[in-house]
């Protein structure tokens, strides 16, 4: 039988493995931006990944590793995509547009 202890150790080295694969994926960057997106990838990771576990029904240390690692991958597409569409405004209220049902 597994205690609190235990899991929480097997919560840790979950995290751990995908600060690794953040890191290896970060390679080429600045060592201080690497520090910074290991560190919020492991937060993120650990804050977001029980609760996203819970709401997807799916085990919580896959949860955890799998928000650990593209959880900056998300963020970092849904900042282009912003920077995209604020280089083209009318681009944004053409897609506004279609949205809404084309009118």
């Known amino acids: 039988m597994l205690d609190a202890t ?3 150790i097997r919560t840790l080295l979950a995290i751990l493995g995908g600060l690794v694969l ?3 994926r970060t390679d080429g960057m ?3 931006a690497r520090m910074g ?3 919020a990838s492991g ?3 650990y804050v977001a990944g029980p609760e996203i576990a819970l709401w997807l ?3 919580e240390r896959l949860t955890i590793v ?3 690692v593209l959880g900056p991958l998300a963020l970092e597409t849904a900042a282009a995509a912003l920077l995209w569409l604020k280089r083209d405004p009318a681009h944004l209220a053409e897609m ?3 949205w809404r049902g084309g009118k």
């Open 6 to 8: 235990d899991n929480a």
């Open 22 to 24: 953040v890191w290896l």
């Open 30 to 32: 600045a060592l201080l």
């Open 37 to 39: 997106i290991v560190i």
């Open 43 to 45: 937060a993120i990771g």
């Open 57 to 59: 029904g799916t085990p």
């Open 66 to 68: 799998g928000v650990t």
């Open 96 to 98: 506004l547009r279609l």
